[in-house]
């Protein structure tokens, strides 16, 4: 009939089956898709129909992509949550670390250097300023003027830090190791000198040995070869760098400020000094010798002065 729909163009009746409540367009269970319902659906790229889902997904790739790579397999390079803070807190330690033995080998060289300028009185010219006093008498004279002295440096420095200041604090510290390693080396020379102790050797020898001594806190044995080998030696360097670094962690309260800094490092320079003290004399009364069976001993020499520049060349902008 004219106006009619052409058979193959009618719209199929869909009838109540199945694939309604299976929310598909599919044929029921049990019976084959017709010609028009597999011309309906569209052709995948690979000639097989895949109802416009895309190719399919295999379980297989998924559970792989799960499991974890094998000892012999490369796994995903992924840094570990925080390693970058951790770095840079292990390179912050690394680099305080070296800055801080740095700081102590300077100040290890300077009181080496220093140790030969430091001038020492002699046995006779103490006898002279301290007329009728015997060794004891005259070891506590010594010992109370050295104490007083290094209980001035640590005021003086705590009274410097009565502001904090972060760049001078290590400064600071740097100046009252080498005041106070000063006053307590001329204190162990001439207590040497009182005791009969005075070990042998030219001026440099005897200022390693009265550095050794210091560093250690014992007296030098001079009546023993083997201990003034370990004086002159090359572990006296390590040992007067790990008493440093003691001292600057004893000494750390000295920069607390508004002054208590100062009394705190008066207290605290006077007790050490006087605790060195007590150790060298116990050790030095041992091997004591009479001041009259003393055999006749050359003054010391002080350390001699730098060369003068000849005459016209003493201004260097000149």
């Known amino acids: 009939m004219a106006g009619d729909t052409p058979f193959r163009k009618r719209r199929l009746r869909r009838t109540k089956s199945s694939e309604a409540h299976q929310g598909g367009a599919g044929p029921a269970e049990g019976e084959s898709p017709t010609a028009e319902h597999q011309a309906a659906l569209p052709a995948s790229p690979g000639g097989t129909p895949d109802d416009e889902r895309g190719r399919p997904a295999s379980l297989e790739a998924v559970g792989a992509a799960d499991r974890p790579p094998g000892p012999g397999q490369d796994g995903p390079a992924q840094p570990p949550e925080g390693s970058g803070r951790l770095h840079t807190l292990r390179r912050g330690v690394r680099r305080s670390g070296e800055s801080a033995a740095a700081a102590v080998a300077l100040v290890a060289d300077r009181i080496i250097d220093t140790a030969p300028r430091v001038p020492v009185r002699d046995l006779a010219t103490l006898r002279r300023q301290f007329p009728g006093l015997g060794p004891e008498e005259l070891a506590d004279k010594l010992v109370s003027g050295a104490c007083n002295a290094t209980a001035t440096v640590g005021a003086g420095i705590g009274a410097a830090a009565m ?6 604090m290590l400064a600071e510290l740097a100046a009252e190791i080498t005041g106070v390693a000063t006053v307590e080396l001329k204190l162990v020379a001439e207590l040497h000198e009182v005791y009969g102790q005075r070990p042998p050797g030219n001026l440099g020898q005897r200022s390693t040995a ?89 003054p010391l020499k002080p350390a001699e002065p730098p060369a003068e520049l000849p005459e016209g060349h003493d201004d260097p902008g000149r």
């Open 163 to 168: 502001m904090p200041v972060p760049p001078a």
């Open 210 to 298: 009265y550095l050794t001594s210091w560093t250690e806190e014992r007296g030098i044995d001079v009546s023993r070869p083997t201990t003034l080998n370990a004086a002159l030696g090359g572990q006296m360097k390590r040992e007067l760098r790990q008493q440093i670094m003691k001292r600057i962690v004893r000494d750390l309260p000295n920069l607390i400020p508004f002054m208590i800094g100062a009394v705190i490092g008066a207290l605290m320079n006077r007790r050490d000094t006087r605790k060195l003290a007590d150790r060298v004399r116990s050790d030095l009364r041992r091997q004591q010798v009479p001041w009259d069976r003393l055999p006749e001993l050359p």
